[in-house]
């Protein structure tokens, strides 16, 4: 089975300062994704950003970068010059090899969540 | 607006009852998946459709079933609602089986009164 820890369940920092959120997992498999996502107070869950395992160079998307530690089986999230809409609950989300049904599923496994709050 | 589609948005009703929720997925998209998120479990995948095919089970109780139709909507039906049963319930889809990032629908919110 896999697992998906973020040690911060809520962090707040001003508008414009950088922040990173920490997030470590665990699974057994050797081909999976990373990614990270985002659910503002609409509810609605958007991709962050993804990052695909075999791949050593860390992921960016714009303001949003990733630091991904294979062998530490870590993965962070930097949110540079912070907005107010980056205000949002973010999990952390490892996707490993779908068994078939009756094989059991390991899938698509969140993280409880990091709650951050962007103050104006 | 990630192209998935969930009706109903809100949907209140008494333990003991059935209900249905239903999915479109994002055009193009054959994998249809269910998530339920709740305050005390978090969020918690159920169960995945492929090309109308079950693909993978997760933490999806008896009382729970799915199917995906040929148009390739789903339905997730509940049955024997119990009061832990309120939350909110996800769908999403992504264009394969797997290693695709999910697009999530904007979910419903199931109250069991």
């Known amino acids: 089975a896999q697992t998906v820890t973020q040690s911060q369940p809520e962090m707040s920092v001003q508008e414009a300062e950088t922040v990173t959120l920490s997030c470590t997992y665990d699974t057994s498999e050797n081909n999976y994704y990373l990614f990270w996502y985002k659910q503002p107070p609409s509810r609605q869950m958007i991709l962050v950003i993804r990052?695909?395992?075999?791949?050593?160079q860390n992921a960016t998307e714009n303001r949003f970068s990733v630091n991904f530690q294979k062998a530490a089986k870590s993965f962070s999230l930097k949110i540079s010059d912070s907005q107010l809409g980056d205000t949002a609950m973010y999990f952390c989300v490892v996707e490993g090899f779908m068994m078939y049904s009756g094989g059991g599923a390991d899938g698509l496994t969140f993280g409880k969540g990091t709650h951050l709050i962007i103050q104006p | 607006d990630s192209g998935v589609t969930q009706t109903p948005k809100h949907l209140i009703t008494a333990t003991g009852q059935r209900v249905t929720l239903r999915c479109s997925p994002r055009s193009g998209d054959l994998s249809v998946y269910w998530y339920q998120q709740s305050l005390d479990q978090g969020l918690q995948f159920l169960i995945q459709?492929?090309?109308?095919?079950?693909?993978a089970k997760g933490n999806i109780l008896e009382r729970f079933s799915a199917q995906q139709f040929p148009d390739l909507h789903s339905e997730l039906n509940l049955s024997s609602l119990e009061l832990g049963d309120s939350a909110l319930y996800f769908c999403?889809?992504?264009?394969?089986?797997?290693?695709?990032?999910?697009?999530f629908g904007p979910g419903t919110r199931l109250t069991v009164t």
């Open positions: 990052q695909e395992a075999y791949k050593q």
């Open positions: 999403a889809s992504s264009p394969s089986a797997g290693y695709y990032e999910q697009y």
């Open positions: 459709y492929y090309n109308g095919e079950e693909r």
